[in-house]
């Protein structure tokens, strides 16, 4: 456990930077493949749907390993697992590069998401510590503005990269970044003090858990090229059921388990942990449909297009911080209420937009949008996190994570499917690309999509309100 010495705020801060940087790169290295994805596939003489398996690999390992690490950041240390962390994820990034065929390349993508689950289980919790509690919306603030950034800003990155670079540089940026990392960190951490108790791993139920999120990733994977009926994803479905029954029966017996489940009794923690699910994956509606709306719909240049699609997290970027100082000084509540309605607002405007709106209204939009999910992400993982046991911040902050991890897999799942199911309803048959020639079908199917994202938010404004009502019961 870290000691519990007060920080000075300048230290504090220069922790969360620290934190912030290497949660970025985590977080970005698991969207910012996909633009790459073409010209990899032709480096590596290898199909395209063999090349999505460099981003599906990568997220099915971090899902797989986050309470894992979460569990171990509370037994041996928040701080020395998410330093173990940054330097494996560093040797991966740089093994990642070096063009030695699919298989190094998979490899290489494991050794990364084996470090980035070490940094991304443990950075709430380390947050959570070293930050008193009229900086603890701040200090979220700056974590949940990073994973914000790392989450949405992967195609605008990737973009410009790739248009200086050859693909390898979109991991070997990770390299410098990460020493520097590595440095500051020797520096500006505190001390950590390993639990007292016996080490004790659930290696039952690690790899129950594992072989759940795999399989049941694998199969949606599956499932986008073969249709979701298909035998092989259904399978699946049925395997990763049968896996969580039996995970959720482990776990209530075992004396160690790998997640308390009775963390989940906090109705404050659950229903937080299940908002920010909620928005990862609507937040994903905009991230995969806003290039086939700029680049195949209004036939705008990738570099102009990835210029207005930068407005989402730059968005991000300005709100954060302001949201993160608004929720220390009000109630957090009330802040993840409105954010959600601003939230909200900003996806109903998309169900109007046009081949013929103007690219302004579809930045400011955007813009809205992001801006509106920061003053939503900070409040909420304070909430989450100060609703989680001291005992058990590890694994509080790594089932946060996880909810993203999962948000943005379900969000990107959700869009494509419901997208390309009104497409080819119109079109009369199968249809799994831009429909070229036909922009009304590809508009009409946005908005089909589009409405589900709302829908999504709308459960999490409702949860929310329930959340808010729960809390002003309770004080009474």
Do not use: C
């Amino acid at each position: 456990m870290e000691e519990n010495t007060q920080l000075s705020p300048r230290r504090v801060n220069l922790i969360l930077v620290a934190l912030g940087m290497f949660t970025f790169m985590s977080t970005l290295d698991a969207s910012i493949v996909n633009i790459a994805l073409p010209v990899m596939a032709n480096d590596l003489s290898i199909p395209m749907n063999q090349a999505t398996w460099s981003v599906s690999i990568y997220l099915i390992t971090i899902s797989g390993l986050l309470t894992l690490f979460g569990n171990l950041g509370d037994q041996l240390g928040k701080i020395r697992i998410f330093k173990w962390g940054t330097y494996i994820f560093t040797l991966g990034s740089l093994l990642a590069g070096i063009n030695l065929g699919l298989g190094f390349l998979l490899l290489a993508r494991v050794v990364q998401a084996v470090g980035a689950s070490m940094t991304m289980s443990n950075s709430f919790g380390i947050s959570t510590s070293v930050a008193p509690a009229n900086m603890r919306a701040r200090a979220m603030a700056t974590i949940a503005m990073f994973v914000s950034l790392g989450s949405i800003a992967g195609p605008a990155v990737g973009g410009l990269i790739l248009s200086i670079l050859k693909w390898p540089f979109i991991f070997w940026i990770n390299v410098p970044l990460g020493l520097i990392t590595i440095v500051l960190g020797e520096f500006i951490f505190p001390k950590t003090n390993r639990n007292k108790e016996p080490l004790t791993i659930d290696w039952i139920g690690t790899i129950i858990f594992f072989m759940m999120i795999a399989i049941f990733f694998g199969g949606i994977n599956v499932a986008q090229e073969q249709g979701f009926t298909a035998i092989l994803p259904i399978v699946s479905y049925i395997l990763s059921i049968i896996l969580l029954i039996s995970f959720i029966k482990w776990e209530q017996r075992t004396s160690k388990p790998l997640i308390d489940l009775s963390i989940f009794k906090e109705k404050m923690f659950t229903l937080s942990v299940i908002t920010s699910f909620l928005v990862f994956a609507s937040g994903f509606f905009i991230n995969v449909l806003l290039p086939f709306y700029l680049e195949n719909l209004r036939q705008i240049k990738p570099g102009v297009a990835g210029m207005y699609m930068m407005s989402y997290p730059l968005a991000m970027l300005i709100g954060t911080p302001i949201a993160g100082v608004i929720a220390d000084r009000f109630d957090r509540e009330y802040v993840t209420f409105f954010a959600l309605t601003g939230i909200t607002l900003g996806m109903s405007g998309w169900l109007f937009m046009t081949d013929q709106s103007p690219l302004y209204f579809v930045a400011m939009l955007s813009a809205w949008t992001g801006f509106s999910t920061s003053f939503f992400n900070s409040p909420n993982n304070a909430i989450t996190m100060s609703n989680a046991p001291k005992s058990q911040l590890g694994v509080a902050g790594a089932i946060n994570a996880l909810a993203r991890n999962v948000g943005m897999i379900s969000g990107t799942t959700i869009v494509t499917t419901t997208l390309y199911i009104s497409m080819s309803k119109q079109m009369g048959h199968q249809v799994t690309t831009y429909p070229v020639g036909h922009p009304t079908v590809f508009v009409n199917g946005l908005h089909f999509a589009m409405f589900f994202g709302m829908f999504l938010v709308l459960i999490a404004w409702s949860l929310t309100g329930y959340r808010l009502i729960l809390r002003l019961h309770n004080k009474n």
